[in-house]
């Protein structure tokens, strides 16, 4: 089973524990998701790690495409997918005129979508507010529930990986010790809680990096 199942199955991404996370998050931050529609893009803006034999490389990093299709042939009115979409259409059209726009985009598939901040860079946006909500859900995650999860899929390995300061990793420019699994992890909680207070109000990132080379033939970023 390869490493982006198991995080959906039974580890930083579960299924039936990140998204209530995801709208913890966003309860904290911009009050209770009251639109039905969040409730699924809490449930699938991840389901794209499915499959995927990596977190943080070329593939993994491209698991916010699949939930935003599923997301925008679901809600929006034209959805940007070449799925069958005369229901899609039909039920994004009348959710639309019932309850509104996501928030802070003009479409579910851009909400959705940009949830990851590396790609909003990478395509010149603005993260979603979606991404500061699940960003805030690894600050609410308690160590005791997200380190045993990750330890068993290990996808920790790869995270840890991607943290270290002296080299050009992902993650390095967000300072973070490596040194034992606990501390690596506060000190990521720590990080992200700034970012989010930060970014909250949709201000542009200026944190996240613009670019990077694959550093291994596994597509591991650096």
């Known amino acids: 089973m390869r490493v982006g199942t198991k995080s959906v199955l039974f580890g930083a991404h579960c299924f039936f524990l990140h998204p ?13 998701p009251w639109d039905p529609r969040m409730w699924f893009v809490f449930a699938f803006h991840d389901i794209g790690y499915l499959g995927k ?20 042939w679901l809600f929006d009115d034209f959805p940007d ?3 069958p979409s005369v ?10 005129r019932l ?14 979508l ?10 010149g946006t603005t993260p979603s507010l979606l991404c500061v909500a699940d960003k805030l859900a690894i600050t609410l995650t308690p160590w005791w529930l997200y380190l045993p ?14 943290s270290v300061q002296n080299g050009n990793t992902k993650y390095a420019f967000m300072s973070i010790d490596h040194k034992s699994q606990r501390q690596w992890y506060a000190n990521m909680q720590n990080y992200l809680v700034k970012w989010v207070a930060e970014h909250k109000g949709g201000k542009e990132d200026t944190w996240t990096p613009a670019s990077r080379e694959p550093r291994d033939s596994s597509g591991v970023w650096k």
């Open 114 to 123: 940009y949830h990851s901040r590396f790609l909003a860079k990478k395509y």
């Open 20 to 32: 209530w996370f995801v709208a913890w998050g966003w309860w904290r931050l911009y009050g209770f």
């Open 81 to 83: 997918v070449a799925f």
């Open 99 to 112: 309850l509104g726009s996501p928030p802070s985009s003009g479409n579910w598939y851009s909400f959705s």
């Open 53 to 72: 034999p990596n977190m943080d490389g070329d593939e993994g990093e491209r698991h916010p495409w699949t939930g935003a299709k599923i997301i925008s």
């Open 87 to 96: 229901c899609g259409r039909t039920v994004g059209a009348l959710l639309h």
């Open 149 to 162: 999860m990750v330890n068993w899929t290990g996808e920790i390995k790869e995270y840890m990986a991607m």
